[in-house]
């Protein structure tokens, strides 16, 4: 691992420490269970940009993500406010931690928390979306409630909804999130508790990522209705860089996404987590009828970079859309 300050590198970092987890969830990647690091970085004053990137044996490099310091020496006081909110929450423990994250690492959810609001909320707005004033917004599929008590943090006078079909997580949330949060269980079928229009901003994270094409459609025609016309719809959905995780070894399985535009794993059940669905762009768009797309970030990236707490899984494609009126 290179650390490079405003162009300069600082700092090697060896990778080498065991990570028993990471090789679960990355299954067939060689030593992906020697691929953890810690290490203390001293910056200097003034400081722009630090960006670290991935160093392999045969020297070639991969930018892992970038940080612009000098935006977060302008955002103290807000950065500093969200922290304060977010450490006065108590934080799930590692099972139920690892049932939406596939890590027990507390230290990581706390830390991604405020971030993961933050380039959400970049997300909209760079893809038109004005968040400036109160809106009621939906996280669907909340699992123990990450994103909402990022929301939560911003204090932005929000009215914020959270729903997921896993009864443990909503009742660990009600029990321990604000009470000003409005969480729902709901089951793996429409229709939702919700009325028509009710909502103007959705997001739904890692869930049209393991559901079969039949229930993505279901799904969309729900969204659509509880959301009203012109609201927006953050959607993240497996695209092309997840194919050698997903289809290992079938190198071949890329020219049938781009034939078909769409592809599911034979593993697991529809809507469970070792269930896999993959999109190209083009075929995204045809699944989210009654939509236009306003943005597009592929493998999450803005403006072209890697994020240091990525809102979504690594890799995965971020779109936003508009609902057609």
């Not at 405020?114 to 707005?125: H, I, K, S, W």
């Not at 399985?253 to 034979?266: F, K, P």
Request: proline letters at 6%; aromatic letters at 10%; a neutral charge.
């Amino acid at each position: 691992m290179a650390l490079v300050v405003d162009g300069a590198r600082t700092m090697s970092i060896p990778v080498a420490e065991q990570r028993e987890e990471i090789a679960r969830s990355a299954i067939g990647v060689p030593g992906a269970e020697r691929c953890g690091f810690t290490a203390e970085v001293t910056l200097p004053n003034g400081a722009g940009r630090l960006a670290a990137s991935a160093v392999f044996a045969d020297g070639a490099r991969e930018l892992l993500f970038e940080i612009d310091l000098a935006g977060v020496r302008r955002r103290r006081d807000l950065l500093d406010r969200m922290a304060e909110r977010v450490d006065a929450i108590p934080l799930p423990g590692p099972d139920l931690v690892y049932l939406t994250q596939g890590l027990r690492d507390l230290e990581f959810y706390r830390c991604a928390i405020v971030p993961a609001a933050l380039n959400t909320v970049e997300y909209f707005e760079t893809s038109g979306i004005d968040l400036s004033r109160p809106r009621r917004m939906l996280d669907f599929g909340c699992g123990s409630g990450r994103l909402l008590v990022g929301w939560h943090a911003l204090a932005a006078g929000h009215a914020l909804f959270g729903c997921d079909v896993n009864g443990e997580l909503i009742e660990w949330a009600r029990a321990n999130l604000p009470p000003s949060l409005g969480l729902r269980f709901t089951r793996p079928q429409p229709p939702m508790p919700f009325p028509d229009a009710y909502f103007d901003v959705i997001v739904a994270i890692s869930v049209f990522t393991h559901l079969s094409l039949a229930s993505q459609r279901v799904w969309v025609d729900e969204l659509r209705r509880i959301l009203r016309p012109g609201g927006a719809l953050l959607v993240t959905l497996h695209g092309e860089s997840y194919l050698p995780l997903i289809f290992r070894g079938q190198p071949e399985i890329r020219d049938e996404l781009y034939r078909r535009g769409h592809l599911v794993t034979a593993v697991g059940a529809d809507g469970s987590n070792q269930f896999a669905s993959v999109h190209t762009r083009g075929f995204a768009k045809r699944v989210f009828v009654g939509f236009e797309l306003a943005g597009f970030f592929p493998n999450g990236r803005l403006f072209g970079r890697r994020l240091a707490f990525p809102s979504v899984s690594l890799l995965q494609d971020v779109y936003v859309f508009k609902r057609c009126t």
